[in-house]
T-cell receptor, first 116, second 113 residues
Framework: AQTVTQSQPEMSVQEAETVTLSCTYD???????LFWYKQPPSRQMILVIR??????QNATENRFSVNFQKAAKSFSLKISDSQLGDTAMYFC?????????????FGDGTTLTVKP | KAGVTQTPRYLIKTRGQQVTLSCSPI?????VSWYQQTPGQGLQFLFE???????NKGNFPGRFSGRQFSNSRSEMNVSTLELGDSALYLC????????????FGSGTQLSVL
């Protein structure tokens, strides 16, 4: 079974600054996907970024980027130029590469507050 | 393109009752999965349906069941409700691999009194 650990329950950052959220995972699988999801106060989970384990290049989506270290089983999220709208709970998630795409294992989440 | 729609948004039930939650996936998505979110347990996978077949099931008692219809809409049922079933129930739809992305609805907040 896979486990996902987010060691930072809460974090805060000043608007326009950069913040990094940590995530580690444990798996014996070689092929898998990693995701960061955002859950704002509205409760709707939104995909932030996706990384395929076989790709060495770190994924980037506008102000969001990841640092994927496969050997260390680490997958951190960097948010640059933080905005007030980034305030949310962030979840790291793991998904095995097989046909059963609906099953993901989530970490406990990190609550991020962006301060004006 | 419409997103994932979950109904109802809020539900209040009493112990022993049963409840049915509904989820309409994004058009073209054949995979629908359900998650339970609580402050103490976080996000827990309940089950996943693909083309009307349950492909995966999490570690929940048999009181939790679901089904998927031919139009990909899914329902989740919880029988003999317990206080511990109070949670936010999230539905997610997906195209499947290789994309693997989950698209979530806004959830149903269930309170069991």
């Amino acid at each position: 079974a896979q486990t996902v650990t987010q060691s930072q329950p809460e974090m805060s950052v000043q608007e326009a600054e950069t913040v990094t959220l940590s995530c580690t995972y444990d798996t014996s699988e070689n092929n898998y996907y990693l995701f960061w999801y955002k859950q704002p106060p509205s409760r709707q989970m939104i995909l932030v970024i996706r990384q395929e384990a076989y790709k060495q290049q770190n994924a980037t989506e506008n102000r969001f980027s990841v640092n994927f270290q496969k050997a260390a089983k680490s997958f951190s999220l960097k948010i640059s130029d933080s905005q007030l709208g980034d305030t949310a709970m962030y979840f790291c998630a793991f998904m095995k590469e097989d046909t059963n795409a609906g099953k993901s294992t989530f970490g406990d989440g990190t609550t991020l507050t962006v301060k004006p | 393109k419409a997103g994932v729609t979950q109904t109802p948004r809020y539900l209040i039930k009493t112990r022993g009752q049963q409840v049915t939650l509904s989820c309409s996936p994004i058009s073209g998505h054949r995979s629908v999965s359900w998650y339970q979110q609580t402050p103490g347990q976080g996000l827990q996978f309940l089950f996943e349906y693909f083309s009307e077949t349950q492909r995966n099931k999490g570690n929940f008692p048999g009181r939790f069941s679901g089904r998927q219809f031919s139009n990909s809409r899914s329902e989740m049922n919880v029988s003999t409700l317990e206080l511990g079933d109070s949670a936010l129930y999230l539905c997610a739809s997906s195209r499947g691999f290789p994309e693997g992305k989950l698209f979530f609805g806004s959830g149903t907040q269930l309170s069991v009194l």
